[in-house]
Nanobody
Framework: QVQLVESGGGLVQPGGSLRLSCAAS????????MTWYRQAPGKARELVAI????????IYADSVKGRFTISRDNAKNTVYLQMNSLKPEDTAVYYC?????????WGSGTQVTVSS
């Protein structure tokens, strides 16, 4: 079955960096676009970044443009989110997502906390 497992979250000071990973299994990873979402306390889940099947196309939320970079390694079935210049408002649970024939698959998320 489809499994998505996020890792790499943690506590970081403002201005710091983190790299999130999402390991995928149970499907042909290289055939699907991958997406990172996040959900802050009391807020709706929001799209952060999308990457195409070959990594050639990426789309970012305006709030993270120029600071975050999404990438993928199809040989390792893994998608990454490099987060630089982190701000307190980036604090959230970050989720990996894959959509297959209209059905969404989610990981359990990884907590990112940006605080001094």
């Amino acid at each position: 079955q489809v499994q998505l497992v996020e890792s790499g979250g943690g506590l970081v000071q403002p201005g710091g960096s983190l790299r999130l990973s999402c390991a995928a299994s149970g499907f042909t990873f290289s055939n699907y676009a991958m997406t990172w979402y996040r959900q802050a306390p009391g807020k709706a889940r929001e799209l952060v970044a999308i990457i195409s099947v070959d990594g050639g196309t990426t789309i970012y939320a305006d709030s993270v443009k120029g600071r975050f970079t999404i990438s993928r390694d199809n040989a390792k079935n893994t998608v990454y989110l490099q987060m630089n210049s982190l701000k307190p408002e980036d604090t959230a649970v970050y989720y990996c997502n894959s959509r297959h024939l209209g059905r969404d698959y989610w990981g359990s998320g990884t907590q990112v906390t940006v605080s001094s």
